[in-house]
């Protein structure tokens, strides 16, 4: 069955250091996509990145990078002198493909990520 | 301005009320979803709908029924509301097809409190 594992519940770290965020799934299916999504305290959620499962180049968007490895099956998410404003809960989410063009997204059960003055 | 929005944002009703959830999006999306946030922030997909067409149902008391009068909204009707259905719900919007899968926007979400 698909699933997506954040095994940190919550991180709490001081501005300006990096943290990592840790994902894991496990599909059956041979193309699927993985997501990171953003939910601050204010309640919305924030699309922040979404990446092919043929691409397994890192990415990097400002403080923000990504570490996909389909060997362990993890896509990590690093956020690099970390802010006051990265305090927020962060889901990783995988597609379930139902047809060519349907899908649905399974949600981890999100990292709570607080960053100290 | 606003991509995917919801009405009411909040929303507090008795046990054994019907009520309605709004959503529109203005992105030009063919695929619109529910989903369900409950207290301990996990995440779960409700229903899902493709050009006014129910594509996902995911085993869903049938107190809750999705319609959708045109592919720019998908509204949420809940009949005999129960303390279990407090929780925020989402909506989200996504463009589909070519086989490849769009990120979903969401909107601001309906915090839902059944007293």
């Known amino acids: 069955a698909q699933k997506v594992t954040q095994a940190q519940t919550e991180i709490s770290v001081v501005e300006k250091e990096d943290v990592t965020l840790d994902c894991v799934y496990e599909?059956?299916?041979?193309?699927?996509?993985l997501f990171w999504y953003k939910q601050p305290p204010s309640g919305e959620l924030v699309f922040l990145i979404r990446r092919n499962s043929f691409d397994e180049q890192n990415e990097i968007s400002g403080r923000y990078s990504w570490n996909f490895q389909k060997s362990t099956s993890s896509f990590n998410f690093t956020i690099t002198a970390s802010q006051v404003v990265d305090s927020a809960v962060y889901f990783c989410?995988?597609?379930?493909?139902?047809?060519?063009?349907?899908?649905?997204?399974?949600f981890g059960t999100g990292t709570r990520l607080q960053v100290f003055p | 301005d606003t991509a995917v929005s919801q009405t009411p944002k909040y929303l507090v009703t008795q046990m054994g009320n019907d009520k309605s959830i709004k959503c529109e999006q203005n992105l030009g999306h063919d695929t619109m979803y529910w989903y369900k946030q409950d207290s301990k922030k996990f995440l779960k997909i409700m229903f899902s709908y493709n050009n006014k067409e129910l594509i996902i149902n995911e085993t869903v008391p049938n107190r809750f029924s999705p319609k959708s009068p045109d592919k720019a909204h998908l509204n949420l009707h809940i009949n005999s509301l129960e303390l279990g259905d407090s929780a925020v719900y989402f909506c989200?919007?996504?463009?589909?097809?070519?086989?490849?899968?769009?990120?979903?926007?969401f909107g601001p979400g309906t915090r839902l409190t059944v007293l």
């Open positions: 989410a995988l597609s379930e493909a139902l047809s060519y063009n349907t899908d649905k997204l399974i």
């Open positions: 989200a919007s996504s463009q589909t097809g070519q086989g490849a899968i769009d990120e979903q926007f």
């Open positions: 599909t059956r299916d041979t193309t699927y996509y």
